[in-house]
């Protein structure tokens, strides 16, 4: 209902989304959290850096401590997690080239910073299917294999729109994919294509394509030392602490089981959680009985400080890995991207 209030202001011109002078990517979802939003514009961001194409990361910065907005442009220093939130941390660190601006009307105050994000020729627009104040060129939408597009929209179920938005995007990506049978996976395809089959083009959209429908899951690419980020080769603890504040935590479960790791505890928060007293004392209270913390780089980023001097612990690194034809139509999507970068 709210969703089809807003487009209805749009399309009657009530609300103006602004044009930047960019090729702009959104990433987003139609369900809440953990999706695969941040590996997918950390693979886009280095993507573009391999290309040499000038990239700027927008985001809102859920959850951040500091609400003004903050602008990083290539290559300056990372200010502190609380000022951008964990996940824009999390992906400008992994890509120092890419300039980033946090804020909620990100898409408003791009323009006035533009020169100090260093003119980019390509703007990923984090979580930003629902963002329309930004026109964009393609929509990338995150589904969840694990998840139904039956289910109802907020506030009874956990969609943000109905299925049949999926008609604004040029791209799903289907993470999580190995979780499910391959007969599941085959009737998520002809479900998103039964709700896509309607292409639509919403004043904030400056052009489509056909839809790609793509799978992917986690692939691990090593451990990391929490102490300072840096990796490290396969810890020989003989007992590990699995701690997480994300929104889907069976996702590093089953990681920790795939790799044999001796999980003798398992103690989760909610997403983007900061650690209180009382959380710091758990994790201390764990190394007194031997264990070893065990998170996500998620995690890691909000939580970095406390385990410089503290508790052992160590992060493991992920990355999406597209399954059968999806690294052919991945490469086909990125050129229409580099093609468009290169004509602004």
Known sequence: MIAGLREWAYRARWIESV??????????????????????????????????????????????????????????????????????????????????????????????????????????????????????????????????????????????????????????????????????LQALRAEILLHARHKQLPVWKRSTAPLRILAADYEFTGFFRASDGQPCARPQEKSFLLASGIAKPQGLRFLARNLALPVAEELYFPDHHPLGEADKKRLEHAATRGQAVLMTEKDWARWAGFFQGGPKAYGLSVRLKFLDEGEALLRQFLAEVMEGACSI
Do not use: C
Not at 54 to 83: C, F, H, M, W
Not at 111 to 116: G, I, N, S, Y
């Open 19 to 184: 044009r930047l002078p960019a090729y702009v990517v959104s990433v987003g979802n139609l369900s809440m959290g953990g999706t695969g939003k941040t590996p997918f514009v950390i693979l886009l961001a280095e993507w573009a850096r391999s290309q040499g194409l000038r990239t700027a990361i927008l985001s809102r910065g859920y959850k951040r401590q500091e609400k003004d907005v903050q602008v990083v442009g290539p290559g300056a220093p990372l200010p502190p997690v609380e000022a951008l939130g964990d996940e824009p941390w999390m992906m400008r660190a992994r890509v120092p080239e890419a300039a980033l601006l946090v804020h909620p009307d990100r898409a408003r105050l791009a323009p006035a910073h533009w020169a100090a994000l260093g003119r980019p020729q390509l703007v990923l627009l984090d979580d930003g299917f629902q963002h329309w104040k930004a026109q964009r060129d393609r929509d990338v939408v995150m589904l969840d294999a694990t998840e139904s597009l039956s289910q109802a929209t907020l506030p009874f179920g956990r969609l943000r729109e109905k299925a049949q938005a999926l008609g604004r995007a040029e791209l799903v990506v289907i993470t999580r994919a190995k979780m499910v049978s391959a007969e599941k």
